[in-house]
């Protein structure tokens, strides 16, 4: 009797499936609404499900600096963002069902990270919620809050898994190589091809305007926005791993052919602060790889001062928007492009002397991400003086010390300073005491995190968008070296743990 109701699965498959296609098939007639995307997108989560399970980790790591943001998920946040939230899901469930499924974990470094998520947490709560309008809220603001949370969120998904050392070159490449995503709303509207259905997943909003309108005016001073990220992806990825002496090598020119092509697209993407983080990265590198004690400090001394003396003859023969990129050097620009870069200087100057005085009011209570959207119209109807309302309004400082204090008070500073530091301390020691074939990597990400870190104090930076920079840098090199190095023989239990998940790793990934 049992038996009886039993179907065959080439019937039950046809049950499912058939109503399913019809379905897709009748919301497939306008693919490009809205809702007909949500609906794709949720059916390929779906049937992706499986795929995700086992290969969370790396694509995780691949998309980290990928820049591919859904339009059609509400916020459009970025698809990394998205696998790390299923990502740390798995990675939760694993640990629940799997006794020997650990996370790596560096105590210093995640009671740092979650001390501040708890200071992120309270000043949210203290300024009337996170305020997302996704969420029906009326207020503005919550997409920065959740960035936040899943810059935490992506570190502890990150630091999940182990990468076998013979994997760390690919992995490491596909962190940083695929920052060369973003050139792909520029190549579409450079094709003249402005109605594409890639921009659902690649949005223009930071692309040239010819990504609209697919036409180009050449007396325009235009900027190329997808290759600030592409040239520093490129260049990242060059230094980790093969680093300077690597680059350097006389049967292997074509790595500094590509190094020579990454500085050639920064000074075509027209930001001034991309050429300067560039610059103090590859300083501190070679600084860590003790070069400044060889000749070729003399020599790389002659290159800069040839290479300086050509640019100062010739830098107003250059294009205008190669000119604006070096106009903070002291070299002769077109008078369009000394005015563009002084203009840009002066009204951050003038935002920073208005906004210090309010920095006591929020020191011991931050003033949150939340937004009055009345205050933020009528902050963009404003002239004269108050040009730079707008960006206090929405916290868009400029400033990477700014854009933590006045939020989030001192005490995210604190916590933002005891993470780094103890993001320093491991990165140094796997510098000094990790193995020799991750030295490359271990000494770039070193020099990387604390270039970064001086060109968010000093130059540049806004907290919630870079937040995850700190994290992902951190975040790849634990899943590269595991724990501390200690100085004392770790527990037997504790070593067989370790193997156990290398090896399960390597069996998922071999």
């Excluded at 979650?114 to 200071?119: A, D, I, T």
């Excluded at 690649?202 to 180009?216: E, R, W």
């Excluded at 602060?273 to 003399?298: C, D, K, N, P, W």
């Excluded at 009204?347 to 208005?354: N, S």
Aim: proline share 5%; hydrophobic share 50%.
């Amino acid at each position: 009797m049992a038996n009886a109701l039993q179907l065959p699965r080439a019937h039950l498959i046809a049950a499912l499936i058939l109503p399913l296609a019809v379905i897709l098939g009748y919301i497939l007639v306008d693919p490009l609404e809205p809702s007909s995307l949500t609906v794709l997108g949720l059916v390929l989560a779906a049937l992706a499900l499986p795929l995700m399970m086992r290969w969370y980790h790396p694509v995780l790591i691949f998309l980290w600096n990928a820049a591919i943001a859904p339009v059609f998920v509400p916020g459009s946040p970025y698809l990394w963002m998205l696998v790390a939230l299923v990502g740390f899901l798995i990675s939760v469930l694993n640990r629940s069902v799997n006794r020997n499924f650990r996370f790596i974990s560096v105590p210093s470094i995640n009671y740092a990270l979650l001390s501040l998520v708890v200071v992120v947490g309270v000043t949210a709560y203290f300024n009337g919620g996170i305020g997302s309008q996704i969420f029906g809220s009326s207020r503005y603001g919550g997409r920065r809050y959740f960035y936040t949370f899943l810059a935490v969120i992506g570190y502890f998904v990150l630091t999940s898994r182990r990468i076998p050392a013979h994997r760390a070159m690919l992995f490491t490449s596909l962190f940083f190589l695929s920052s060369l995503s973003a050139l792909v709303p520029d190549l579409l509207g450079l094709t003249g091809n402005s109605s594409s259905f890639l921009y659902q997943f690649f949005p223009p909003d930071f692309s040239t305007m010819q990504a609209l309108s697919g036409a180009m005016e050449s007396d325009i001073m235009f900027r190329i926005y997808g290759l600030t990220a592409s040239s520093i992806g490129l260049f990242f990825a060059l230094l980790a791993l093969y680093g300077i002496r690597g680059m350097l090598e006389w049967d292997k020119p074509w790595r500094a052919g590509l190094l020579v092509l990454a500085f050639v697209a920064c000074g075509y993407s027209g930001f001034r602060s991309i050429l300067i983080l560039m610059g103090l990265t590859f300083m501190v590198q070679f600084y860590f790889e003790g070069l400044h004690r060889t000749r070729l400090l003399a020599a790389f001394s002659g290159v800069l001062l040839l290479g300086g003396g050509l640019i100062l003859t010739q830098s107003e023969k250059l294009p205008l928007v190669v000119q604006r990129t070096i106009s903070f050097l002291p070299v002769n620009v077109n008078p369009t492009v000394k005015w563009s870069a002084d203009a840009s200087l002066k009204w951050r100057l003038d935002m920073w002397k208005a906004v210090l005085p309010e920095v006591p009011k929020h020191l011991l209570l931050g003033k949150g991400y939340s937004m009055d959207p009345t205050a933020l119209y009528f902050s963009g109807e404003t002239r004269g003086n108050s040009e730079f309302e707008w960006a206090v309004v929405t916290g868009d400082y400029h400033n990477g010390p700014l854009s933590l204090i006045m939020p989030f008070g001192i005490w995210g500073l604190i916590a933002f300073g005891w993470f780094c530091v103890a993001s320093l301390r491991y990165l140094y020691r796997n510098y000094k005491s990790g193995t020799s074939e991750l030295r490359p990597i271990n000494t770039f990400l070193l020099s990387y995190f604390a270039a970064r870190l001086a060109f968010f104090v000093i130059f540049f930076g806004g907290f919630w968008s870079d937040f995850c920079m700190f994290t992902g840098i951190i975040g790849l090199s634990i899943s590269l070296n595991g724990t501390e190095h200690a100085k004392v023989a770790k527990p037997e239990t504790e070593v067989l743990e370790e193997e156990f998940a290398d090896q399960a790793y390597r069996d998922d990934y071999a």
